[in-house]
Structure formats: C-alpha cells, structure tokens
C-alpha cells in the first residue's frame, strides 16, 4: 500500500533528513514539498544532496497544498504547528516533529514555551513502555525532542526496573544542527570549530519537563532532572551522560540484566558489549541508538551513555519508525542501522 506523504518545512535540517529517509522509502510517495521565507525556490538549490527532488519547487504551507495526502508531516519551528494540523482532516496522519503536542501538562509548555498549550498527541517514541501501543493506528503523532530520545533512552531502564533513586543527572552535548538552519551568532563556524560550551543551564532548557514526563512515566513516581546541554564541534549526532543514585541493594549485575532485558528485542537499540562505549560517528545517518551502562560501585550511581544522530533517530527517523507503527507497515522499514565510518 504506497501512501502519499507532504512535508511541511522541507527547506530545513529536519526536513531534508525526512526527505532522505522518505526517498528510500518503499511505501511512500513524496507529495507537496512546503517552505516560508524559500517557498517558490527549487528544492535543489536548498538541499543538494537530495539529488532525486532536485526540480521540485517549494510551495506555500497552506492548508490547500497539504490537503489530499495521507501522511502530513510537519517540520516547522515550535509553536507553528498547531494551526497547521487543525485544519487537516481527521483521516490524516499528521506527525509533528516540532514541540507543540509532545507536553502533556499544559503549565509546563507554557512555562517552558510562553505561548498557549495546543493539547497532547501519542508520543513517538516506541521503545518507552507502552509506547508501540499508543502508535498503532494513531492519527496524530508527536515526534520527541532529540535531547529527550537521547536521555530517555538512556536511563528508562534503570526507572522502569525500580533500580534508581528519582533525581537524574543528564548532560549532554549536540551537533549544530540540532538548532536548525535558521543563522544564529552562536553558530558561526568561528565559534564552534574547536570549542565545546553549555547553553540553557540550571533548569531552564525547554527539554526538561519532557525527560521529567518519560523518566516519571517509567518509574511510576515523580524524578527530578538536572539537564546541562553542550555544543560540540560537529554538524549532528547527540552523546547523553546520564546518571542517577543507585537504589539500596543494586549491583552492577542487576543494572546490566535489566538493560539485556529492556533492549534484548529492540530493532534499533544496541545495548553494547561491556567495555565499549557509545560514539555519536557509529551511529551517524542512521536510526541506532548505542547505549552502555556502567554501576559506579563507589558513587553508587547508575550511568548510562547513548549516542543517537540527532536528525535520524533524535527527529526524522524516530518520525519514519513511528509512522511505520501508525500505519501498520513493519517498523523497520526504509530505516537503517547502518551508519558511515570513519
Ligand atoms: N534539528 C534537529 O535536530 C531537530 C529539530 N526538531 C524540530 O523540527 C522542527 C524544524 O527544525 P529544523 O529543521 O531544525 O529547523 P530549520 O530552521 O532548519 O527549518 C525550519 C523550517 O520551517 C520553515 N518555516 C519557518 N517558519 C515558518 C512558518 N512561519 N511557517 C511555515 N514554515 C516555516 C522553514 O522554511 P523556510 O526555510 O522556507 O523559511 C524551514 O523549512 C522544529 O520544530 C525543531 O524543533 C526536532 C528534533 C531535532
Ligand atoms: C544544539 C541545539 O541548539 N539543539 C536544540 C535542540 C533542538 C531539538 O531537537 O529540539 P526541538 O525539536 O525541541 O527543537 C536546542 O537546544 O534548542
């Protein structure tokens, strides 16, 4: 069943990797092509390494030129979404790779956000505890943020096994392109090139009260989280250090078992060797997730490291595996956990 798909945004980094992940699709069809300030541009002259869509032009978001499609995602900058998906009909899939729908408490998307909360769709990320569940036949999807799919991935096992004290420490550094294409001072190659910095310390990066909604869900209680994001040097990949208290009685044995137990079956998470740890150029353009769990014997502390692409599994293929879900096609499909090295 080939399903016809448009995508909202495409002139970005979010956008282009959904388009490179869709040409390889065998299932889809690549329908309206939209942009903003680049609408009327071709797409060729935006992405150039998306050689097959090089003649299509950019056309308007508007409801018109999305209608007709049966999947519609949306690559737009926060808070754009909304408007967009209200007017598509309910027969629509439509996947948000933006904020807008991730939040489910109504205070902390204004808190973090500032503007009105737009409502809650089912959360694509499938590996969480009932996460393929809430996927199967849904209309509506909210793609997560890709710090959130780095750190949840990271330590959910621990909280769902009981194994760890409610208060996480996350730190972790991301590619530029996590701050999309749009220019911004901090991002002149002159200030990354060589140079790691944090942003957004001491609680107030927008992607805190999404971990604090995936590691609660797991745990069964509220945990605190202490987020500090990095930048680093390189065009994508996110690697996340998380840590948390060891609960009384935890080894290193039962850390390990319940992350051979968690991941034993995922298709796109590769719990490592013990020994090996993750490296964001492993995992590079493709949908894998690495993770590594280590019982700090003299902290007491669980730390658990995963390495994602930030564009492929942290937004557009986490998109890719949650529509398969959605529409009932396998959920590897058009994905790979193939990367390229060096
Ligand atoms: N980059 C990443 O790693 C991740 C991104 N995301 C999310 O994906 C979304 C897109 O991010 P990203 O691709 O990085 O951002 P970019 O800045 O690279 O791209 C933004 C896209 O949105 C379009 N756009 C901008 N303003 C409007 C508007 N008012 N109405 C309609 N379209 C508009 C732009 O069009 P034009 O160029 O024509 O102006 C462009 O296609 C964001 O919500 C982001 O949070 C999620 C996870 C990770
Ligand atoms: C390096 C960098 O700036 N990263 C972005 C994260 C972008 C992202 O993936 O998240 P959203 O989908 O929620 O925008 C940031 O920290 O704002």
Redesign the pocket.
């Known amino acids: 069943m080939t399903v016809r798909a448009a995508v909202a945004g495409a002139s970005g980094y979010a956008g282009g990797e959904l388009l490179r992940l869709l040409l390889a699709h065998p299932e889809i069809e690549i329908g309206a092509l939209t942009g903003n300030s680049n609408a009327g541009q071709r797409l060729g002259a935006l992405q150039p390494h998306l050689l097959p869509l090089a003649d299509r032009v950019l056309q308007e978001t508007t409801p018109d030129v999305l209608s007709g499609h049966d999947v519609v995602f949306l690559a737009l900058p ?1 808070g754009q979404s909304a408007a967009v998906a209200e007017q598509l009909g309910p027969d629509v899939l439509v996947v948000d790779m ?2 807008d729908f991730r939040l489910k408490d109504a205070a902390d998307w204004e808190k973090f956000y500032g503007s009105a909360h737009a409502g809650t769709w089912p959360y694509g990320l499938p590996e969480l505890p009932g996460g393929r569940t809430a996927l199967e036949g849904s209309k509506r999807i909210a793609v997560p ?3 959130p799919t780095a750190a949840s991935l990271a330590l959910v096992p621990a909280y769902a096994a009981g194994l760890a004290e409610p208060e996480a420490v996350i730190v972790a550094a ?1 590619g ?1 392109s ?2 999309g294409k749009t220019p911004k001072p901090h991002l002149l190659g002159s200030e990354v090139m060589g140079s790691m910095s944090p942003y ?1 310390v001491g609680g107030v ?3 805190t009260p999404e971990m604090i909604q995936n590691l609660g869900a797991a745990a069964g209680e509220p945990v605190t989280v202490s987020f500090t ?1 990095t ?1 680093a040097p390189m065009p994508r990949g996110i690697l996340a250090t998380c840590s948390a208290k060891a609960r009384d009685g935890v080894t290193a044995e039962s850390v390990r078992a319940a992350y051979e137990k968690t991941y034993g079956d995922e298709p796109f998470i590769h719990l490592l060797p013990e020994g090996q740890w993750p490296a964001t150029a492993s995992v590079y353009g493709s949908n894998a997730v690495q993770v590594q769990v280590a019982h700090d014997a003299t902290a007491h502390r669980i730390i658990a490291i995963s390495a994602i692409d ?1 564009l492929t599994k ?2 557009a293929g986490g998109a890719v595996q949650s529509m398969n879900i959605a529409l009932g096609f396998p959920e590897e499909l058009g994905l790979t956990t193939i990367g390229v090295a060096p």
């Open positions: 926060h933006g904020a943020g890709c710090y991301s530029t996590g701050a957004g990066h927008r992607h994001p930048l930030n942290g937004t």
